[in-house]
């Protein structure tokens, strides 16, 4: 069975801290205090083409991804109802929790200053 994949990609600001974080390496006292990112993330959804020709209408997944991205852009994440400690991992569950689209397989989430990335697969 083939099908097609969809991919939407969008950003937010945030600030957070890794005051729970438990690793002593090189920057734990600096990630402790309240910091920021641009995150980088990316919604994949998975299908088959409808009579239309389309899985998705992109303007349907923008407007799931512009409600979640409101929850995050230009927050304090470590105050962001219904995400429990803020890291990428979380991120991306979080993320997955709150789109609402069917055929939803992937939520990714980068900050491509420092090279980190998560990639949930569902």
Do not use: W
Request: glycine share 4%; charged share 25%.
């Amino acid at each position: 069975m083939s099908f097609f994949k969809l991919t939407q990609s969008f950003y937010f600001e945030a600030a957070h801290t890794l005051k729970y974080r438990k690793v002593n390496c090189y920057d734990s006292l600096q990630s402790q205090n309240i910091h920021g990112h641009t995150y980088h993330a990316n919604i994949t959804i998975k299908g088959e083409i409808d009579e239309d020709g389309m899985v998705k209408d992109f303007d349907v997944i923008k407007q799931n991804i512009e409600f979640v991205r409101k929850m995050l852009d230009h927050q304090f994440l470590d105050n962001v109802i219904d995400l429990p400690r803020p890291t990428l991992e979380n991120l991306c569950l979080f993320i997955a929790k709150k789109i609402k689209l069917e055929g939803l397989c992937e939520v990714s989430i980068e900050r491509k200053a420092s090279g980190d990335k998560c990639i949930y697969v569902i």
